[in-house]
């Protein structure tokens, strides 16, 4: 009788888990887009490194990082615990009785200890010190950490002979701590919790480049997404593994200062509509349609998640919705797409008025020197930033490279397609890639993140992959450190502000390239709170140049705050649109005795 009550226990727990995962694995087949396994290597690299050694968990919130890890790994450790727990209720066992049970045993038991004081502290943090990012009172939340605790304390129990077997007792115990397991089982896909068994996918699936945008194809009328629907079978899946922890939240520059913008609260959003209305429209019915307005794409939310969420994916995808479908953005960007579309550059600026400039330094052209140095917009067509194109070209000479510049050089398009205006961006991308396949550079350096990051984008378009693109810093570093290129030195203490698309977007060496050559010329640089890849934004990013900052404090107000804060004298950045916003809110801030410049300015 009992074998058949255990059976039927089983089966209720299994089909209240399965249930579930079969409405989101038919969600995720309904959704547009395909799910890529290739390359397997480094997904498999980051899964160990993320997944089963919990390292991003960790090394974001150290404290409570590890006590989630505790709790982790002690569930990984009972696992086949779990299988002859079960076992034994019909009368057989999965590991046996002799010396290799008991020496398993103690392993579990030791991992018992650890997750009743990674659950006991974790359950103190969310109720007792309560951070806002958690959120409100989760009853759920409070229930997960009694079964887990119950758990535990079961088998200990069980284990140290506090109840022994085949008395009453040990009866009570062995359907306590199976009952209990079973519930978990329907609770996990009824809450938060689904992350435990979603997030290790959604980790593995995720790209291997951040924010990498599809190329929308206009022959098969693809016009972003205006449904929960058309949105990618990975949003899906992450709408569904959001934890709810909230670094997403403590990172973004708009939820800082005080604008609408949750990137927790957007995803939260997006799984709401996909369990009451999937096929209706997501802006406006689901998702705040000002907050997807807000987004600075820095890239700090997707940096920041422990389970695989590409939040940054949805956001572009809803905004190309908006302005390709529904021809709704902001007003303030209308001008950056008109010059776009009659000027080639998002300012409207008469593209021969950077002919003087050009004359005046003596630019190469271009003609299949060692590097084609790609200037973008600012540095151009904008007097203040042009102090830092004609350094680099300065040190362009020193380093002994040969070297030249495109003289129909045109905008890459980068605000466009974050702004959502896919078509637009396209155009400007194509008449690129056909000058830059015909062009045949093996090299190219700019001084900017953003036309950088693009000009990747480029590849998956059809422009040569063999090209290396490269910051200035990256190409610099080199030279500095061999001494071709001499630095002078600042003998005023510097800070350096990381730009979001080069201390996120880009491997490592977007955070040590520019602080290996600022040590070549400071020998007093300080840290800001907040760097690497968890600075701040300056605000500039997503387009957001171009519209207005109505609510809240101005990001590049706050992430000045933080720089002035140090006591620096020279604030060195590695990005034209990070100089213009920081050199702005300085000024904003009276502080016009501290110097804004170029990596390339201070070294030049």
Same mark, same amino acid.
């Given at each position: 009788?009992?074998?058949?009550?255990?059976?039927?226990?089983?089966?209720?727990?299994?089909?209240?888990?399965?249930?579930?995962?079969?409405?989101?694995?038919?969600?995720?087949?309904?959704?547009?887009?395909?799910?890529?396994?290739?390359?397997?290597?480094?997904?498999?690299?980051?899964?160990?490194? %993320?997944?089963?050694?919990?390292?991003?968990?960790?090394?974001?919130? *150290?404290?409570?990082?590890?006590?989630?890890?505790?709790?982790?790994?002690?569930?990984?450790?009972?696992?086949?615990?779990?299988?002859?727990?079960?076992?034994?209720?019909?009368?057989?066992?999965?590991?046996?009785?002799?010396?290799?049970?008991?020496?398993?045993?103690?392993?579990?038991?030791?991992?018992?200890?650890?997750?009743?004081?990674?659950?006991?502290?974790?359950?103190?943090?969310?109720?007792?010190?309560?951070?806002?990012?958690?959120?409100?009172?989760?009853?759920?939340?409070?229930?997960?950490?009694?079964?887990?605790?119950?758990?535990?304390?079961?088998?200990?129990?069980?284990?140290?002979?506090?109840?022994?077997?085949?008395?009453?007792?040990?009866?009570?115990?062995?359907?306590?701590?199976?009952?209990?397991?079973?519930?978990?089982?329907?609770?996990?896909?009824?809450?938060?919790?689904?992350?435990?068994?979603?997030?290790?996918?959604?980790?593995?699936?995720?790209?291997?480049?951040?924010?990498?945008?599809?190329?929308?194809?206009? %022959?098969?009328?693809?016009?972003?997404?205006?449904?929960? +629907?058309?949105?990618?079978?990975?949003?899906?899946?992450?709408?569904?593994?959001?934890? !709810?922890?909230?670094?997403?939240?403590?990172?973004?520059?708009?939820?800082?200062?005080?604008?609408?913008?949750?990137?927790?609260?957007? =995803?939260?959003?997006?799984?709401?509509?996909?369990?009451? %209305?999937?096929?209706? *429209?997501?802006?406006?019915?689901?998702?705040?349609?000002?907050? =997807?307005?807000?987004?600075?794409?820095?890239?700090?939310?997707?940096?920041?998640?422990?389970?695989?969420?590409?939040?940054?994916?949805?956001?572009? !995808?809803?905004?190309?919705?908006?302005?390709?479908?529904?021809?709704?953005?902001?007003?303030?960007?209308?001008?950056?797409?008109?010059?776009?579309?009659?000027?080639?550059?998002?300012?409207?600026?008469?593209?021969?008025?950077?002919?003087?400039?050009?004359?005046?330094?003596?630019?190469?052209?271009?003609?299949?020197?060692?590097?084609?140095?790609?200037?973008?917009?600012?540095?151009?067509?904008?007097?203040?930033?042009?102090?830092?194109?004609?350094?680099?070209?300065?040190?362009?000479?020193?380093?002994?490279?040969?070297?030249?510049?495109?003289?129909?050089?045109?905008?890459?398009?980068?605000?466009?397609?974050?702004?959502?205006? %896919?078509?637009?961006?396209?155009?400007?991308?194509?008449?690129?890639?056909?000058?830059?396949?015909?062009?045949?550079?093996?090299?190219?350096?700019?001084?900017?993140?953003?036309?950088?990051?693009?000009?990747?984008?480029?590849?998956?378009?059809?422009?040569?992959?063999?090209?290396?693109?490269?910051?200035?810093?990256?190409?610099?570093?080199?030279?500095?450190?061999?001494?071709?290129?001499?630095?002078?030195?600042?003998?005023?203490?510097?800070?350096?502000?990381? *730009?979001?698309?080069?201390?996120?977007?880009?491997?490592?060496?977007?955070?040590?390239?520019?602080?290996?050559?600022?040590?070549?010329?400071?020998?007093?640089?300080?840290? *800001?709170?907040?760097?690497?890849?968890?600075?701040?934004?300056?605000?500039?990013?997503?387009?957001?140049?171009?519209?207005?900052?109505?609510?809240?404090?101005?990001?590049?107000?706050?992430?000045?705050?933080?720089?002035?804060?140090?006591?620096?004298?020279?604030?060195?950045?590695?990005?034209?649109?990070?100089?213009?916003?920081?050199?702005?809110?300085?000024?904003?801030?009276?502080?016009?005795?501290?110097?804004?410049?170029?990596?390339?300015?201070? +070294?030049?």
């Amino acid at each position: 009788m009992q074998a058949l009550i255990l059976t039927l226990l089983i089966l209720a727990s299994l089909a209240g888990f399965l249930l579930p995962l079969f409405k989101i694995v038919q969600l995720m087949k309904r959704a547009k887009g395909t799910l890529f396994l290739q390359p397997v290597g480094p997904r498999i690299g980051r899964f160990i490194s %993320e997944v089963l050694f919990q390292s991003k968990v960790i090394r974001e919130r *150290p404290l409570p990082g590890f006590l989630h890890a505790l709790v982790y790994w002690g569930f990984l450790a009972f696992g086949l615990e779990t299988v002859d727990h079960f076992a034994r209720g019909y009368g057989t066992t999965f590991l046996g009785t002799g010396a290799f049970h008991q020496a398993f045993s103690t392993f579990v038991a030791f991992f018992a200890f650890l997750v009743l004081i990674g659950i006991l502290g974790l359950t103190y943090r969310r109720f007792v010190l309560r951070p806002k990012t958690l959120g409100k009172f989760s009853p759920t939340s409070l229930t997960v950490s009694a079964f887990i605790s119950i758990l535990m304390v079961t088998y200990l129990a069980k284990y140290f002979g506090w109840v022994e077997e085949g008395t009453w007792a040990g009866q009570v115990n062995w359907w306590l701590h199976a009952l209990v397991i079973l519930a978990f089982l329907v609770l996990i896909p009824q809450s938060k919790h689904l992350h435990l068994v979603l997030s290790p996918v959604t980790t593995f699936l995720k790209d291997l480049k951040i924010a990498r945008i599809r190329p929308l194809d206009f %022959e098969k009328e693809e016009l972003g997404a205006e449904k929960l +629907l058309d949105l990618h079978p990975h949003t899906v899946l992450g709408a569904y593994s959001c934890v !709810e922890c909230g670094r997403c939240k403590d990172h973004c520059p708009a939820n800082s200062t005080g604008k609408v913008l949750d990137p927790k609260q957007f =995803i939260l959003d997006l799984r709401r509509g996909y369990e009451t %209305e999937p096929g209706g *429209p997501a802006v406006g019915e689901f998702v705040n349609s000002e907050a =997807i307005w807000q987004c600075t794409t820095c890239g700090a939310c997707t940096t920041q998640c422990p389970v695989g969420i590409e939040h940054l994916i949805p956001m572009i !995808e809803l905004r190309r919705g908006s302005v390709m479908s529904a021809g709704k953005f902001p007003a303030p960007m209308a001008n950056l797409f008109k010059g776009l579309e009659t000027t080639g550059n998002p300012w409207s600026y008469d593209p021969g008025s950077a002919e003087p400039f050009l004359n005046k330094n003596e630019v190469p052209t271009y003609g299949g020197q060692e590097v084609l140095y790609w200037m973008g917009c600012m540095a151009r067509y904008d007097a203040q930033y042009q102090k830092t194109s004609k350094a680099f070209m300065g040190l362009l000479r020193q380093s002994g490279v040969s070297w030249g510049v495109l003289r129909n050089e045109t905008c890459t398009g980068d605000a466009a397609r974050r702004a959502g205006n %896919e078509f637009l961006f396209q155009q400007q991308a194509r008449q690129n890639i056909a000058t830059l396949n015909g062009a045949k550079p093996k090299t190219i350096v700019s001084t900017c993140p953003h036309c950088i990051w693009t000009i990747e984008e480029y590849k998956d378009m059809g422009l040569d992959s063999s090209i290396r693109v490269v910051h200035h810093t990256e190409f610099l570093r080199p030279f500095v450190e061999n001494g071709k290129i001499k630095s002078r030195d600042e003998t005023k203490k510097l800070v350096y502000h990381d *730009p979001c698309y080069l201390s996120r977007y880009t491997d490592a060496g977007g955070v040590s390239n520019p602080r290996a050559v600022l040590d070549h010329v400071s020998k007093d640089r300080v840290e *800001p709170t907040r760097s690497g890849s968890r600075s701040f934004c300056c605000g500039a990013g997503g387009a957001m140049l171009f519209t207005e900052e109505k609510q809240g404090k101005r990001v590049n107000h706050e992430r000045a705050d933080e720089l002035l804060a140090t006591g620096a004298e020279v604030i060195a950045t590695g990005c034209p649109f990070c100089r213009l916003m920081i050199t702005d809110a300085v000024r904003d801030r009276g502080k016009d005795n501290v110097k804004v410049a170029d990596i390339a300015e201070i +070294l030049g």
